[in-house]
């Protein structure tokens, strides 16, 4: 019988593991609110109740109205419908998106599918070069344009208000990315008339809701067939049970995400600086101070990608490699790459709200051992930790 290996899960910068009351809520919904939500019957009322709460918690955790949430199908589809939707609103104005370098590629290709993106860049730690915004922004012909709050990969917190100011100026509308962040960091003061995008298998809910929020008197036009669902803003009948579930998990992080949110810093802090002085040859990416608490990315000279996380994987480590927007650990990660920083060997950590010091210990107490092992059948340097 083969031995069983005890899996330590470090890859919440892709998805939180759903959490049990995320599942508890999905179960009560599926008994009880799984009626259309636009009859009158119980189980309608009952839906349209469970719709309406999480509309509202939503709106209290990004200053926003409850009537300005619409929930797609992915976090992926609600970026896609935020650009998609202003290009086309704004289609008299220009067909130029302005993105920074390091957007997740769901706001990329729509960007690069609305129009002509002009993409600004970032310096070393990731934060965005705000001279090229403003510039940027202040061109003719700008639709709109995209920006993270926080990085997905390396967790950089970027300029939110600045960038939002100069968009402001220059009559620009900004879509703003908040996955990383809802729920880890206090979003009830951004700023307004920005757009904003999430998706809920970040902070434990399921992939398949995401968060649209289109703030009133924003000149957004539905890029698809729509019907009278969701006031017209996203076709079809919403997933009451999905939805349901992801405000339940929201909840949760709303409660106790600052806590969480610290401990997690601390132990990120931990393995930087442990990573950093037990592999050599090593880079550490990202903003060690102004970031979201639980993502960290590095990376190994002499070592490839993907036979690190495959190593790391056998050792117990379920990690992340490559760009955190595909599907194959053997694509370089764009992110890194804009960041002129390695992009081969990488290792991306998001820690859960689960993850322990205990774990950070024995994480740190195998890495220099795998590295040095990979590197040795290279007969690469560094092959003795």
């Known amino acids: 019988m083969a031995e069983t290996v005890t899996t330590v899960f470090w890859d919440a910068s892709s998805a939180e593991p759903v959490l049990p009351e995320a599942q508890q809520a999905w179960l009560a919904a599926q008994a009880g609110g799984w009626g259309d939500p636009s009859r009158l019957h119980r189980p309608g009322r009952l839906a349209a109740q469970a719709l309406d709460a999480a509309r509202q918690l939503v709106a209290d955790a990004l200053g926003a109205r409850p009537d300005e949430v619409v929930f797609p ?49 970032v310096d070393r730690s990731g934060h965005l070069d705000l001279e090229r915004w403003r510039a940027a922004v202040r061109a003719p012909g700008v639709a709109l344009a995209c920006l993270q709050v926080a990085n997905h990969e390396v967790g950089t917190l970027q300029p939110v208000d600045a960038a939002a100011e100069a968009c402001q100026e220059a009559g ?27 998706g809920a298998q970040a902070f434990g809910g399921p992939p398949s809701v995401g968060v649209l929020v289109l703030r009133r008197g924003v000149r957004w036009r539905a890029p698809y067939p729509t019907d009278d669902h969701q006031g017209g803003r996203w076709p079809g009948p919403p997933d009451v049970a999905g939805v349901h579930a992801a405000a339940a998990a929201l909840e949760v992080w709303l409660r106790s995400g600052r806590a969480v949110g610290d401990r997690q810093r601390g132990l990120v802090d931990r393995l930087r600086a442990g990573i950093l ?33 495959l190593e790391l994987d056998r050792a117990g480590f379920a990690v992340a490699s490559g760009s955190a927007c595909s599907a194959s650990s053997e694509h370089p990660s764009h992110v890194l790459a804009a960041m002129g920083l390695l992009t081969h060997g990488n290792v991306r950590i998001g820690l859960t709200r689960r993850s322990t010091a205990g774990e950070v210990e024995a994480f740190l107490a195998v890495l220099p051992q795998v590295v040095a092992g990979i590197r040795a059948r290279l007969g690469a340097p560094g092959s003795h930790p």
């Open 73 to 121: 199908s992915s976090g992926v589809h609600a970026a896609h419908a935020a650009v998609a939707g202003l290009a086309l609103g704004r289609r008299r104005v220009g067909e130029v998106v302005v993105t920074s370098t390091i957007d997740h590629s769901s706001v990329l290709s729509a960007a690069d599918a609305a129009g002509r993106r002009v993409a600004v860049p």
């Open 172 to 198: 620009v509308p900004l879509v703003l990315d908040v996955t990383s962040a809802l729920g880890r960091l206090d979003l009830r003061h951004l700023p307004a008339g920005t757009v904003l995008t999430a």
């Open 277 to 309: 002085a037990g592999v050599p040859d090593v880079e550490v990416a990202g903003d060690p101070v102004d970031r979201v608490p639980h993502l960290l990315t590095f990376s190994a000279l002499y070592v490839d990608g993907e036979t690190l996380t």
